[in-house]
Nanobody, 127 residues
Framework: QVQLVEAGGGLAQAGDSLRLSCAASGRTGTRFTMGWFRQVPGKEREFIAAISGSGRSSNYGDSVKGRFTISRDNVGNRMSLQMNSLKPEDTAVYYC????????????????????WGQGTQVNVAS
């Protein structure tokens, strides 16, 4: 069993940066693809980024390319999302995700099949 706990959300101004982290309990190690999604009430879940088990491969949603960077520390069982140049439209609940079989390159396509999810952390970006 894997448990994921997000941290680092909060209030930011447009143009600011925030860093989210996701701590994984259980041995995700290099076996699990990990990723971030976000959701606004009343809207569909949106893929943000995913990173391979080794950390050598990653994939980003179009809305965050060039602004957000995903990384992971397999020794510490932790994943991070560095969010720069924040925009009001980045306001959402951000969820950490992990799966042992879905590739980072297609995590956006198979989100419904992702096995493990965190509880989410709220990010609010004021204009």
């Amino acid at each position: 069993q894997v448990q994921l706990v997000e941290a680092g959300g909060g209030l930011a101004q447009a143009g600011d940066s925030l860093r989210l982290s996701c701590a994984a309990s259980g041995r995700t190690g290099t076996r699990f693809t990990m990723g971030w999604f976000r959701q606004v009430p009343g809207k569909e879940r949106e893929f943000i980024a995913a990173i391979s088990g080794s950390g050598r491969s990653s994939n980003y949603g179009d809305s965050v390319k060039g602004r957000f960077t995903i990384s992971r520390d397999n020794v510490g069982n932790r994943m991070s999302l560095q969010m720069n140049s924040l925009k009001p439209e980045d306001t959402a609940v951000y969820y950490c995700a992990a799966d042992p079989t879905i590739s980072d390159q297609v995590m956006d396509l198979y989100a419904d099949g992702v096995r493990y999810w965190g509880q989410g952390t709220q990010v609010n970006v004021a204009s």
